[in-house]
């Protein structure tokens, strides 16, 4: 093997590399990406880089030292657009045909988009260095009036950034009880109390019918007739998997990019990872998911990499999944996995103070621990989180 191609700069995609390279691989590594940055950290770009509390230097994953180490060929502001595993190679939008032995899929996704927002200034989403750029020079300018579409972390951060910024901040949410899915009901409703207690307005159980404006948004009208008025709208209605480059590849795609547990595709020497990738996970059973955390983007490309480079594959990842989000100065940390039906206990502090843990159980109350939920209790939720088992 001469040549691996990674597309994608993500963390992901720079896990993927120093993989190779920590795991013995001395040939050449080329990896392109479709932002004219190298891989920086996501998870800051919701929270202190909207807020200013930190500039886009401070988000840089690696330094220049460890790059010229890692001696990899950068393709940065380039998108893949083919893949053809029989002339093995990835056609980029140029024109350009990359030739290359072996392929680490890690693309990631894209925020879903809200129809008639085309056209409006003053509407975002929020996934990429310049989307959070472009969103905090307009929470930055004039005090504007903040509607945020959809309630689940991202949105719940960037509520929390807007609110911390003395904007008004009204917030929708199509389901019910906000992260439900993440949570389950009677959690999801704890946790968004946090909007409550800092003045953000919370609309629960009512979609969204279209934005208002011409030229630049000045309204959310919701499905039930009422009119919010906006001059920043933030979309964080979920994403979908990068994969349209790979349509006529072979290789399988349903929701992400089906792997086995070791990451492997239906192509030999092409491997997935991160929010792209949908395996199998011996913590979560019952069969394949896409992980969207940044510990899997760390920790999935071990398993890849091994893969890759010894033709079979290898043992996938099996420590339960974790993810935190920051939202109002609380910490909300999940480890584990949460299905409906999960029971919750509270087994430590109160969900009315905002400063408590729970376990859920599957299986009802005499079952076993599955996942665990801190909000702003850090050391008790490292030590329950050592104490969960598979579903």
Known sequence: MRTV?????????????????AQGYDGAVVVVGEERHLPYDRPPLSKEFLTGGCDADALALGDPDEYRELAVDWLLGERAVRLDPASRTVSLADGRELRTDAVVVATGARPRLLRGAD??????TLRTLDDARALRADLTTGGPRVVVIGAGFIGAEVASAASG????????????????????????RACAELHADHGVRLWC?????????????????????????????????GVQPATEWLSGSGVQVEDGVLCDAGCATSIPSVVAVGDVARCPHAFVGAGVTRIEHWTNAMEQPRTAVRTLLSGASAPGPAAPPYFWSDQYGVRIQLAGHVRAGDVPEVVHGDPASRSFVAVYRRGGRDGHDVAVLAVDQPKLFTRLRRTLTPG
């Open 205 to 237: 159980g009512v979609g969204v019918a279209g934005l208002e404006g011409s030229g630049r948004v000045t309204g959310v009208r919701l499905a039930d007739g009422r009119l919010l008025a906006a001059d920043v709208v933030v979309a964080g209605v």
């Open 165 to 188: 910024m003395s904007l008004d901040v009204t917030v929708v949410e199509a389901a019910e009880v906000p992260l439900h899915r993440a949570l389950g009901p009677e959690m999801g």
């Open 5 to 21: 191609t990674v597309v994608g700069a993500s963390l992901a995609g720079l896990s993927a590399v120093r993989e190779l390279r």
């Open 119 to 124: 056209g409006l200034h003053g509407v975002h």
